[in-house]
T-cell receptor
Framework: QQPVQSPQAVILREGEDAVINCSSS?????VHWYRQKHGEAPVFLMI?????EQKGHEKISASFNEKKQQSSLYLTASQLSYSGTYFC????????????FGKGTRLSVIA | KAGVTQTPRYLIKTRGQQVTLSCSPI?????VSWYQQTPGQGLQFLFE???????NKGNFPGRFSGRQFSNSRSEMNVSTLELGDSALYLC?????????????FGPGTRLTVL
């Protein structure tokens, strides 16, 4: 089952914050976040594993609520370079279930 | 270290034809996953191969098939092409499991079916 991402699209001004949510109807073992810029391949941002800690990289961080089967990606003080489509991928037990991606959230940061 | 490579980068085919796409993973990676990307649908999982064995398969018709060779290179084949098969086909490689390890994506093959 494909995870559901919200919002579908968001427009921000530089310096504003954004939250992108990812929800699954299945029990999750892992949540992956990727960013894809137009015409390019998706680029890895971070993985959150069941029982793991909240991850962060500079001004982008994410949380994983195992009980609610949800993950959120937090972008703070957004920069123009943050523009792109963000995908969450959800995975079950290693080797048993594949990584399934949501439809994506298009983020546009304007000056 | 070289990244994931996919060939060809662009393909134009007509309905009814078949096509084979190739993916060479990062050296040392044993798992290769394939995805179909179309506007509005995101990344749809096709299949995952690990050590020459298909480990998982998505919800696609039997016209879509794949295989992996002993050097971890993978191919996917689409027979009897339909207009709806027009998409960007991405492959991604990982060291072990596609669901827990970082997936590194190739640039994709843009398939257009006329």
């Amino acid at each position: 089952q494909q995870p559901v991402q919200s919002p579908q699209a968001v427009i921000l001004r530089e310096g504003e914050d954004a939250v992108i949510n990812c929800s699954s109807s299945k029990a999750l073992y892992s949540v992956h976040w990727y960013r894809q810029k137009h015409g390019e391949a998706p680029v890895f941002l971070m993985i959150l594993l069941k029982g793991g800690e909240q991850k962060g990289h500079e001004k982008i961080s994410a949380s994983f609520n195992e009980k609610k089967q949800q993950s959120s990606l937090y972008l703070t003080a957004s920069q123009l370079s943050y523009s792109g489509t963000y995908f969450c991928g959800t995975g079950g037990l290693p080797g048993n279930t594949p990584l399934v991606f949501g439809k994506g959230t298009r983020l546009s940061v304007i000056a | 270290k070289a990244g994931v490579t996919q060939t060809p980068r662009y393909l134009i085919k007509t309905r009814g034809q078949q096509v084979t796409l190739s993916c060479s993973p990062i050296s040392g990676h044993r798992s290769v996953s394939w995805y179909q990307q179309t506007p509005g649908q995101g990344l749809q999982f096709l299949f995952e191969y690990f050590s020459e064995t298909q480990r998982n398969k998505g919800n696609f018709p039997g016209r879509f098939s794949g295989r992996q060779f002993s050097n971890s290179r993978s191919e996917m084949n689409v027979s009897t092409l339909e207009l709806g098969d027009s998409a960007l086909y991405l492959c991604a490689s990982t060291v072990g499991s596609g669901s827990t390890d970082t997936q590194y994506f190739g640039p994709g093959t843009r398939l257009t079916v006329l």
